[in-house]
Every structure is written in C-alpha cells, then in structure tokens.
C-alpha cells in the first residue's frame, strides 16, 4: 500500500488576545486551487488502497441493506384540497416519484396503495430521477402546490451547496413556466397561486431578505417583502395551516422576533411585529379561532426555561396574555400546531417525545399513549384546517417507520403503513433499553441500547460496540430504526446512543450545561458514557467505536484528544474539527449566527481561551497512541467546510497518528451524496470500517 498524503507544511498565523497561534495547513481552504484539489484527490486514492481489502464486505453490507428495502414502495397519501397527495420508488431507481390522484368528496380515509400495482387516476407530478439525469449530485429543496392545485412549485440544487433554483409548471397544461429563480432557500406559492415567496442568502449564506415573485415577470423586478440586517439572525417564512396569514420568522440562536401579514389584505403591506424581540427570549406562533375570535397561541420561554404556551388576541399580540399550559420544570414544550376544532402539543419528559391533544375550551392536555418504553412519535402531514384524523409518525429502535392516524370521534389509533423490512425481520428478535452512566460532576447522563437478543443480554459477555453521539443546539437523538444498522446487529454488535448535555434531551437544562462555557460537558459527558458500558461488563475499548457527525464530529475530535485509549476507533462525519478558526471568522458562513451556540472568542477573550482549550484540530497530541479515526467529508458542504477535516487528518498524522483515512466525496454537500442507492453503497462504506476496527470483517 503506498504511503499516506502528508500535505506541505506552509505556516500561518493568527492571534487574538494576545495569542498567537501557527496554522501550518490553512492552505488546504483554497479549494479554487489545482494543488489542494490534487491532495484530496490523492487522500482518496489512500483511503480506496487502504480499505480495499474491505470491498467483499462493502458490497455485502450493501446487498444485505437492498435486501431489506421494499425498492418499490408507496408512501401513505396526504389529503390536500381535492387530491391525495403522495410519493412512490420504484426498484433500481434512485429518486422518488411525487404523484397525486383525485380524492372524493368527504372522504378522508387514504386510499390503500400497493406496491407495484397502478393507482388509478395517478397524476405524476415530478419524477426525480427525470430532474436528476446528468447530474452528478441532486437534491430537491421546495416542492409546493397552489391551493386551487393548477399549478406545481420545485426547487433543485445540483451541487450540494443549497442554493436551489426554483421552477414552476403548469398541471393543466404540463407546461413548465418561463418563471425561473436562482439562487434561492425555501419556496412556496401565495394562496392564490399567482406568485412564489421565498428567500434568498447573503455572502454568508445566513437566509436574510424574503421575496415576492410575481408569475410572469421578470425576477429582476421582486418585490422585497422583509429584510434582516442583523448578521446574527437568520430568517423563516411560512402560511399558517388557517391560510390566514404570512408568518415571517427571525431568530438566533436564543432569540424570535415574528411577523404578520394579514392575507385577506394586501400581501405587500408591512408586516405587522408580533412580540418585540428581546435578547434571549424564543417563541412560535400558531394562529386558532376560538369562539370565532382570531388568536395566537405563542410558545414561549420568557421567565420559563422549558416554555409555556400563552393565547393572545391577533388583534393585539401585546396585549394581555393568557397562559394555557404554565411553565413545568422538567416539561418541555416542543412546538403546538392548531387546527379548526383543537390543538397538538409536542413535549419531552423524562427523555421521551410526548404528543398531546389540546382542548381549546378548557385548555386541559390529553396525552396519546403508546406502549413502547423507547419510541419516537410527532405530530407529521397534516396540511388541511380541519379533518377527521390527526396524523403521526411514531418509530423506535426496534420498531419500523410506522404512520398512525388517530380517530378523533373515537380516540382509536389506526395503523395507516409501516415500512416493510424483508427478510424476515422480527421486532421480538431485538431489545431496547436505557442505561445511565454518571459523569464526573454527579450528573446521569442516559444511554440508550439496542440489540439483538440470540448475542445475550448487554452485561453479560463482552461485545462489540457503536457509540454514537451529537450533543449540540438541543438537538436530540430519539429511538428511531435503521435498515443499516441490522446488518451490525446481526453481527453481534450493540449499539448506543450517549445522549450527552448540549442536546435536548432531558429538556432545556440539558442543552444550557453543553453550550458556550459549559461545552466540555458534552464531551466529558461521552467519554463517561464510553466508561460505563466498559465499567458495567458490556463492552472494552478495544471493542468500543465511536461516530458522530458535524458538530458530533466535533465530539469526536474532542474525545480524541481527551480520552484516545477509551476507543478503538473514531468514525467523523463531515467534522466541525477546527471550530475556532471557523468561529473567529465573520465572513465565513454562518459564522456570526453560531456565536449563540458557542460564544464569541472574537470580541471575548474568556471564550476565545475556552474554545481553543478543546476544538480538536488546535489540541492534537504527538506522543500518544490515538485510535483509528475515519473522518468523511464533502467538497461542496457549505456547512462544515471539506478544509476542517482536512486539515485535522494532516495534523494527527503529523503528530504520529499511524491509522487516518480521509473521504472526501467531490460533487456533494453536508448530507453527503445524493441518490438512494448511493447513500446505501456510502453507508455501507462507513459500517465496513467499523466492522473492519471492531474485529467483525469476514
């Protein structure tokens, strides 16, 4: 096998605070030059050599997660208006098929699709696999109908960049319309159909100026409906399920601030302000009509950590508030949807997602249960006013995809579909369960498990281990079910989540103890995750991988460097390794709007001192035996630049790091490669290695 790529050293450097700090491979970010175009190109090329003894085994991993796949499947139709609205696959094709057929009058239950049979009526509206034809990479952002269903809005973006061109057809004559707009965020119709709000970037791809398209006329001539100036806030646009109004939506990390426009006005009046933004109050809006008075039911966290839900009159969102559901420590409140007749409130309590029925009238919750200890569930496509069911999708570690409506004149849970796993799989063959380890300030800090049941119990003989984590911007990792992962399963291996402090999962305490001065939690919090499954007889370390992705592959480098004996091996996806040099930088992408999360070490030199002590690229140690890391990436990721990882593999093997591959796809952003078939040949890539570390390749 030929030598691993040692990138030249061409030292710069930087210094804030006094502080100076030598960067011998910051060269590596001018991805516009042939030379590091040619490095990546050759870290590729080591990563194919070094791994190609692992190709029987990819192309194993990837049959047997073919296998299991329904290729040709049938989404549960949406109603919509007149139509059910659903998508389709079809075997060996990559991309979905967004189609419709006409719905009866007053009939809301979905009609049972079959796979592989014609549905009547259907009406393709798009194909993806059309749109995707010579090109490399695909991805589909927007995809909207007007609501008398005449026309179809879908935006594109065939670089993995996310900006995405928008289009328009017309579905009574097939005909696609001249109006085209580059460059664009979210989009979707006016209620009328006659125009495309949506919005667009600045330099620094934070989303800050919303935008009128009339059909039929020039883009140069847009009408500009909101601008935000302030570099920390991003912006958000969208129409209340009532159709009543245009929400316009701008927030930071730790602070809203909304928008109204009335849509029985005039669409391009000013948009009236709902709350005044204050610096590190959040909230939400959804607007009901009770006792035939327009309101708004706001979510909240003014003087209420984990939120509260208060009703106001649209009239007068100022005014005087009524409080639905009062703040409760340890409840935390996710998000409310309001329909005609009554409201849904999403909370977490006890680590668990909860979804609750809310009676407008007397405000009272009515929980719907399911019997599961470990599950997923949420409130998930319910576009009309009013109807009949409410829909969820509900999953967990052992149980499939599952869509349920519930019957709302009987309370009765209907099972509408549940991805179908082939090859006999059996929920009963596998268990589920939570674990606690205790960091080192006393905190419990939970671990989820799932395994297959003929391998023993966890505890009871050593065995091989997945540990994965995240652990940033409240964001969760609740039970949810991988195709993929059974082929790890099924060979012994026991996989984990460490459900560290800085995600949300114990509500929005969890997330304040692993963020900005309080960070080092979460990787702390992972390495006593790591610990404790060795310390309680399930696994060792030469038989413990860890994986984590963006900022989890800040994690990843984080622990790394803290605990580098506790793993075997590292797997980093799309890592957030050079968090300083990113976050010092304002003119990189999204930098400014981060600061919220992790502090500002530009202005603040407690923050800058704080951060430099753990972003994994600026605290690599030479001398010590470091795992076998992996680290994937992707050359058009607008997110977490391809140059952090990069930069990061460099520097470990600088420092004597003898096992580092490095993945760089080149025609794909953040999410990785586009295309089913590809995100299963990537997938089964990764797990290959992981095998390959835990002692499993065959």
Same mark, same amino acid.
């Given at each position: ?6 990138? +030249? ?32 190109? +050759? ?16 192309? &194993? ?15 549960? *139709? ?7 609205? $659903?998508?389709?696959? %079809? ?90 707009? /580059?460059?664009?965020?979210? !989009? ?51 129409? =209340? ?13 730790? =602070? @809203? ?12 009046? %000013? ?54 559901? /009062?703040?409760? *420590? ?16 999403? $909370? ?11 009676? $407008? ?18 409130? @998930? ?44 799989? #059996? ?7 939570? +674990? ?21 119990? *966890? ?24 195709? !993929? ?15 560290? &402090? ?21 990787? =702390? ?90 972003? *994994? ?47 760089? %796809? ?7 490669? #586009? ?24």
């Amino acid at each position: 096998m030929t030598d691993a790529p040692i990138a +030249a050293r061409r030292p710069t450097s930087r210094t804030h605070h006094g502080d100076t700090f030598e960067d011998p491979y910051e060269w590596l970010r001018d991805r516009d030059s042939a030379e590091v175009i040619t490095h990546l190109d +050759a870290e590729n090329a080591f990563t194919d050599a070094a791994t190609a003894h692992l190709a029987p085994l990819r192309e &194993r991993l990837f049959q047997e997660i073919k296998g299991r796949v329904q290729e040709t499947d049938l989404s549960v *139709p949406t109603r919509r208006g007149g139509w059910w609205y $659903y998508s389709r696959t %079809e075997e060996g094709a990559q991309y979905g098929i967004h189609c419709r057929t006409a719905a009866a009058p007053d009939d809301w239950t979905p009609p049972v699709l079959e796979p592989g049979v014609a549905v009547p009526g259907e009406v393709v509206l798009l194909d993806g696999n059309v749109e995707a034809e010579d090109h490399e990479f695909f991805s589909l952002g927007a995809f909207d109908t007007s609501d008398d269903a005449t026309r179809l809005l879908w935006s594109t973006d065939f670089e993995g960049d996310e900006l995405y061109t928008v289009h328009v057809r017309d579905l009574t004559t097939g005909e696609t319309l001249p109006d085209e707009i /580059p460059n664009t965020g979210s !989009a979707f119709f006016t209620p009328d159909g006659s125009g495309v709000i949506y919005t667009t970037r600045d330099e620094a791809w934070r989303p800050d100026t919303l935008w009128l398209h009339r059909l039929g006329t020039d883009v140069a001539d847009d009408v500009q409906l909101f601008h935000e100036p302030d570099e920390k806030f991003w912006l958000g646009a969208g129409i =209340t399920r009532s159709r009543r109004y245009l929400v316009i939506a701008v927030g930071s990390s730790i =602070t @809203s601030e909304e928008y109204l426009v009335d849509l029985e006005g005039d669409l391009t009046a %000013e948009p009236r302000i709902v709350w005044p933004r204050r610096e590190g109050v959040e909230y939400s809006l959804e607007h009901a009509v009770v006792d035939g008075e327009d309101r708004l039911y706001i979510l909240h966290n003014q003087d209420a950590l984990d939120f509260e839900l208060v009703s106001v009159p649209a009239s007068d969102p100022q005014g005087e508030r009524r409080v639905v559901l /009062p703040h409760t *420590p340890g409840r935390r409140l996710l998000g409310m949807d309001a329909f005609r007749d009554f409201g849904t409130v999403e $909370y977490r309590s006890e680590g668990l997602e909860r979804v609750a029925l809310l009676d $407008y009238a007397s405000d009272a919750l009515e929980d719907i249960a399911f019997d599961e200890p470990l599950y997923s569930a949420g409130v @998930s496509g319910n576009p009309e006013w009013h109807s009949p069911f409410l829909r969820l999708g509900y999953g967990s570690f052992v149980t499939p995809g599952t869509v349920y409506e519930l019957d709302l004149a009987t309370r009765e849970l209907v099972l509408r579909k549940q991805a179908v796993v082939l090859g006999g799989y #059996s929920p009963a063959d596998y268990g589920q369960e939570r +674990a606690w380890a205790t960091a080192s300030d006393g905190t419990r800090v939970p671990i989820s498990l799932v395994w297959k049941r003929s391998f023993g119990e *966890p505890g009871t003989s050593v065995r091989p281990v997945h540990l994965y984590g995240y652990g940033s911007y409240e964001h969760s990792i609740d039970p949810g079910f991988s195709v !993929a992962r059974l082929s790890e399963l099924d060979r012994g291996v026991i996989f984990a989540v460490a459900h560290v &402090r800085g995600g949300g999962e114990m509500g929005r305490q969890w997330y304040e103890d692993g963020k900005l001065l309080s960070k080092r939690n979460t990787f =702390t919090d992972f390495v006593a995750c790591a610990e404790h499954l060795v310390a309680s007889g399930v696994t060792s370390p030469d038989r413990l991988v860890a994986e984590g992705g963006s900022a989890g592959g800040l994690l990843m480098g984080a622990v790394a460097n803290l605990a580098p004996s506790s793993f075997a091996g590292i797997l980093a996806a799309v890592p957030f390794v050079d968090a300083l040099t990113t976050i010092l930088d304002p003119s990189l992408p999204l930098t400014v709007i981060e600061w919220d999360e992790w502090g500002d070490p530009l202005h603040d030199a407690d923050v800058y001192a704080y951060m430099k002590s753990y972003t *994994p690229y600026e605290n690599i140690r030479s001398g010590i035996e470091y795992p076998r890391i992996l680290a994937v990436t992707s050359l058009n990721d607008s997110r977490v630049a391809y140059v952090e990882p990069a930069k990061w593999v460099a520097a470990l093997r600088e420092a004597g790091a003898s096992d580092v591959l490095l993945k760089c %796809e080149m025609v794909a952003g953040h999410g990785g490669v #586009s295309g089913r078939y590809n995100s299963w040949r990537e997938r089964a890539f990764e797990l290959a290695w992981i095998l390959d570390v835990l002692g499993l390749a065959e």
